[in-house]
């Protein structure tokens, strides 16, 4: 890291990987340009609206965040999982810059182009399954999530629904009825859509007392049968790997078993890829791990390298039970979105991404979990690829430590480590770092972090 408390130097407007990949503070975190923006932030923007850290930035790239006071800031972030690619990676600038000089917006249901469908087309090869497939393209993952909810009650003629705990599918009417956390998600925005129910996650380090996967997986199926029933059951929605949930990785066996009960009475198994998918955790989907074949998968944040895009995809025969026109928006699979899609993909394809999370996720675990070894207040190191998480307790407990969590993130932003906390008790500290970023600049925020740790 280099420091200079004199003058910030002039701030770049272009990102890209071309920015210099360094911790840079010239200033207090945040600066003085920050907060000028951020007292007009103030009277402008709704205060439900928030943010992690009050930086403005100013460019991105590679692994770093850069302000406009001139701070770079090691990004373990990536725009919660968007920016896998890297921001303002090459092959998205081209394909978006061309596609906005030709034209920016059609509407697919008015007047349709190529790219909506060659969309359609890579992510129904790249899900898991070598059944036929068809795909949706939306805004967002709530938007998605909503719209796999309607394909299988379309198919199934059937109404209930069935989440688990410590899920997080959206801010939507109906996804807050799917999200297990009420605050901040859920609080004062009910009443929420119905037929909606819960089975328990499989959520190793909170067990009370060790189970397989298995086992966990017919304690869920004894919830669902006796307080559902499967003949009145449109779908399973399940997180692979749980995201504002806490990073948890189910027990080995839980998924597939999952998965199979589904398959054996007619439910629809749907995958909410949203955060853990697209080379995230070292494959293309999560569910791919163990095996699993989802009916349905929900894609969006690093799909299209920044913009917004998301997709339902899934077995054909589901995808067109659904009447012509039921599924669609004014902006779904915009033109641009979808050119950043598909120059996201060549770059994923081109990097191979998926051995890059898997390189991060050999560095990261392996710091981690010396890491933890030492300091007590680290209950668990967990995740796959560069989707990780340590959760905090306090020592000797698995009692959950969310203060401790939170000063951790803020003593990393002080010196310039872009983190995010998240899990049910707010106790865990999550690391989403860009799948290009540096070996270095990583080794340097985990410095950061332990120094933090060890001091608190």
Not at 5 to 26: F, I, K, M, N, T
């Amino acid at each position: 890291m280099t420091t200079d408390s004199a003058v910030a130097p002039p701030v770049p407007h272009v990102g890209g990987p071309d920015l210099p990949q360094e911790r840079r503070l010239v200033t207090e975190i945040p600066g003085p340009r920050s907060r000028e923006l951020h007292a007009r932030r103030q009277a402008a923007v709704a205060a439900g609206v928030g943010s992690t850290l009050p930086v403005y930035v100013a460019a991105a790239g590679g692994g770093v965040v850069v302000d406009v006071d001139g701070n770079s800031l090691i990004d373990l972030a990536s725009g919660i999982a968007v920016t896998g690619v890297g921001n303002s990676a090459p092959e998205v600038v081209t394909r978006v810059t061309a596609q906005v000089a030709a034209y920016t917006h059609t509407c697919f249901m008015v007047a349709p182009y190529e790219g909506y469908v060659e969309v359609c087309e890579k992510l129904a090869a790249l899900t898991p399954g070598d059944h036929a497939k068809k795909a949706a393209l939306f805004n967002s993952g709530a938007e998605a999530v909503e719209n796999a909810v309607k394909v299988a009650r379309a198919a199934t003629g059937r109404d209930a629904v069935v989440v688990f705990d410590h899920a997080y599918h959206g801010r939507t009417n109906l996804t807050m009825a799917m999200t297990s956390k009420n605050m901040p998600y859920k609080h004062g925005f009910g009443p929420f859509a119905g037929e909606v129910y819960r089975a328990p996650m499989s959520y190793p380090f909170r067990e009370a007392a060790e189970i397989t996967g298995a086992q966990a997986a017919a304690r869920a199926v004894d919830v669902i049968e006796k307080q559902v029933g499967a003949a009145n059951l449109a779908c399973v929605v399940i997180e692979p790997v749980l995201g504002e949930g806490g990073f948890v990785v189910p027990a080995a066996g839980f998924l597939p078993a999952i998965a199979a009960w589904c398959r054996e009475n007619g439910v629809v198994f749907v995958a909410d890829e949203i955060q853990s998918g697209m080379c995230r955790t070292g494959a293309w989907f999560a569910c791919e791990h163990e095996g699993v074949v989802p009916d349905l998968v929900t894609v969006a944040k690093g799909v299209a390298g920044g913009f917004p895009l998301a997709a339902v995809v899934g077995r054909a025969e589901l995808m067109d039970a659904v009447h012509g026109g039921g599924l669609g928006g004014t902006y779904g699979g915009n033109p641009v979105a979808c050119a950043a899609a598909l120059g996201a993909i060549a770059t994923m394809e081109q990097l191979d991404l998926n051995a890059a999370a898997r390189h991060l996720e050999d560095l990261m675990t392996t710091r981690l979990r010396a890491l933890a070894a030492d300091v007590p207040a680290i209950g668990e190191v967990r995740g796959r690829g560069a989707m990780l998480a340590i959760e905090l307790v306090r020592p000797g407990t698995t009692e959950p430590d969310a203060a401790l969590a939170g000063r951790l993130s803020a003593g990393c932003h002080e010196r310039g480590v872009l983190t995010l906390t998240c899990g049910t008790y707010g106790n865990v500290l999550r690391f989403l770092p860009p799948l290009v970023m540096p070996d270095h600049l990583l080794h340097e925020a985990l410095d950061v972090l332990e120094e933090v740790l060890r001091a608190l």
